[in-house]
């Protein structure tokens, strides 16, 4: 396979990274001073802020490791077992984010009810749903790719 086959999806991951990067050095700085003027739900705050950044975590290291697959499909290998265990830590690790912002939900709940923006409440939903979806999907496809090479054995192994 041609290396330049994943060069879309590595300047997606390139560019989805420092995304999420600059918004944890740039923007959300700006926010930890919204519990210092609102007292009454300054906790809310600080736990939807500390979530956020404790989810790029596993956030970087899945990315990391996507990255790793996209390597093993340049290099030929995307039917083997890495590739297989990649995609299932990338899984583990959409899920892991999906977690811990489905466990920060009521303190949007609370932080959206104390600023009066409901709009908080959806974003809490979506930062919770999305990587759940992605999760599934990522466990799905590798179901499907640890199929195909238990197939690609079987025939292999064939005379």
């Known amino acids: 396979m041609q290396r330049g086959s994943t060069i879309f999806l590595r300047l997606a ?3 989805i990274g420092l995304g999420v990067f600059a918004l944890c050095t740039l923007l959300l700085p700006s926010v ?4 210092n003027e609102y007292p ?3 906790f809310a705050v600080y736990v939807v802020l500390g979530t956020l950044y404790v989810t790029t975590v596993p956030y970087f290291l899945g990315l990391f490791r996507a990255w790793r697959v996209l390597d093993m499909i340049d290099a030929g290998k ?3 077992l890495p590739a297989v ?3 299932g830590f990338v899984s583990r690790c ?3 984010i999906s977690l811990l912002y489905a466990l920060s939900l009521p303190f949007f709940y609370l932080w959206a009810d104390g600023d009066d923006a409901p709009g908080l409440v959806v974003i809490g939903m979506v930062l919770t749903g999305v990587p759940l979806v992605l999760s599934v999907c990522l466990a799905v496809l590798r179901r499907l790719l640890h199929e195909a090479i238990v197939l690609k054995s079987e025939n292999d192994l064939t005379v």
């Open 13 to 15: 991951v390139v560019t």
């Open 32 to 35: 930890w001073h919204v519990g």
């Open 40 to 42: 009454d739900y300054a």
């Open 78 to 80: 995307a039917f083997t």
């Open 85 to 87: 265990n990649a995609l």
């Open 94 to 96: 959409a899920a892991a």
